[in-house]
């Protein structure tokens, strides 16, 4: 017998309280963060669960994880948001819209930006679906001659992190920041270094 052939173990199934627990965790995280801001207190978190600190902690080790788990919704709308627009006749645009969904969905409360950055240089599974997706938007409004040759997508998402950070404290700028992005500051002088 190859080790290909060795049999799987069945996977095992999540127990009903702990799939509760996590639900309830993640609303709790949701409603003290979207009023308190990423840096609410975990404990308040647990006690608005109904859980204690260490039913917390098994879910979600670091204050990192809470918040990607939040995220992992976001970037599933943010996925799905990207496939809809791979068939938009202006691919340019389709690009600029999710780009401007992506600041959206990761300024739902202050400190969600940092997370999403953190969580994008980590490139860790919760993000990889969203990235995939936006990355095909991307390269579809490369290959329109929309995008310059010689960008990529990751620092294209990499700006918009950046953005988002601004706009979780001025909601406002989000256009005008992605718009400056878009056109640059000097149009015409792009890749020419001094």
Request: proline residues 5%; charged residues 25%; hydrophobic residues 45%.
């Amino acid at each position: 017998m190859t080790s290909d052939d060795t049999p799987k173990a069945p996977a095992r199934a999540v127990r009903a309280d702990v799939r509760r627990n996590r639900a309830r965790l993640l609303a709790a995280a949701r409603e003290m963060f979207q009023r308190d801001g990423a840096g609410a207190s975990l404990e308040g978190v647990a006690r608005l669960a109904g859980v204690g600190i260490g039913t917390l902690y098994r879910h979600f080790p670091t204050r990192q994880d809470l918040l990607e788990a939040l995220l992992a919704d976001a970037y599933d709308r943010l996925a799905v948001h990207a496939r809809e627009l791979m068939v938009s006749p202006a691919p340019g645009d389709a690009l600029a819209d999710w780009l401007h969904a992506f600041v959206t969905q990761v300024t739902t409360f202050r400190g969600m930006a940092a997370a999403a950055v953190t969580s994008l240089r980590d490139e860790g599974p919760a993000s990889r679906a969203m990235r995939e997706a936006g990355e095909a938007l991307f390269a579809r409004a490369q290959e329109a001659g929309d995008v310059p040759p010689d960008t990529v997508f990751t620092d294209a998402l990499r700006l918009a992190g950046a953005i988002a950070t601004v706009a979780e404290h001025d909601p406002d700028a989000t256009g005008r920041l992605l718009s400056l992005a878009a056109t640059g500051v000097i149009p015409g002088k792009a890749g020419r270094r001094g």
